[in-house]
């Protein structure tokens, strides 16, 4: 069965310092996005990606996030210089029709 | 604006019991609505959808929701709750519109513990 991977499962970085999530959306799947749940809260939208674009972010999607489908496959999530309420699990979910399909998550630690 | 509400951050059943784990939505139009378990350590696994077609709705692992648009309400169920079960249940509502799936917008979510 046909699922979306993330790289790494965890990350631990500095604050300050750039991180790059990745993931790889199911190979048919037109519409990615990336959310995340902060240790013991609910999960959070942060950017949807359409036809090589965002299509609606989140407030928490400022200027220090990107995201980039860099060769037709990977779809990556860049946090520019990280802080420490960054920390939080990253999932990245990929959609055909009307059902998100999520990946394991990335854990990111910032210290 | 759409919203969602799970009533209850922890629930905890016998094993054998019945599980009901409560939403309610808020939505200006007819939402989409979905539950996700999360195992720990895991990703999030869709249960169930309801997109507009029958009102109630059957997943996997035998778990089934009733959309009742009276009472803003799509609360899961199981007749009989299995150790298995123990995990986060978060409830999610979307819109539906031009073919593709809008945001997710998540319940705060409600642990499941099952005591043997």
């Known amino acids: 069965e046909p699922e979306v991977t993330q790289t790494p499962s965890h990350q631990v970085t500095q604050m300050g310092q750039e991180v790059i999530l990745r993931c790889v959306p199911i190979s048919n799947h037109l519409y990615f996005y990336w959310y995340r749940q902060i240790l013991g809260q609910k999960v959070e939208f942060l950017v949807s990606?359409?036809?090589?674009?965002?299509?609606?972010k989140s407030e928490i999607f400022d200027d220090q996030f990107s995201v980039e489908r860099p060769d037709g496959s990977n779809f990556t999530l860049k946090i520019r210089s990280t802080k420490l309420e960054d920390s939080a699990m990253y999932f990245c979910?990929?959609?055909?029709?009307?059902?998100?399909?999520f990946g394991p998550g990335t854990r990111l630690t910032v210290l | 604006a759409q919203s969602v509400t799970q009533l209850g951050s922890h629930v905890s059943v016998s094993e054998g019991a019945l599980v009901l784990l409560r939403c309610n939505y808020s939505?200006?139009?007819?939402?989409?609505l979905f539950w996700y378990v999360q195992y720990p350590n895991q990703g999030l696994q869709l249960l169930l959808k309801?997109?507009?077609?029958?009102?109630l709705v059957k997943g996997i692992n035998g778990f089934e929701a009733e959309f009742k648009k009276s009472e803003t309400s799509f609360h899961l169920t199981k007749p009989s709750a299995h150790m298995s079960d123990a995990a986060e249940y978060f409830c999610?509502?979307?819109?539906?519109?031009?073919?593709?799936?809008?945001?997710?917008?998540f319940g705060t979510g409600t642990l499941l513990a099952v005591q043997p």
């Open positions: 979910a990929s959609a055909g029709n009307n059902e998100q399909f």
């Open positions: 990606f359409y036809n090589n674009e965002i299509s609606e």
């Open positions: 999610a509502v979307s819109l539906f519109y031009g073919g593709a799936t809008n945001k997710l917008i």
């Open positions: 939505s200006s139009v007819p939402p989409y």
């Open positions: 309801y997109t507009s077609a029958a009102t």
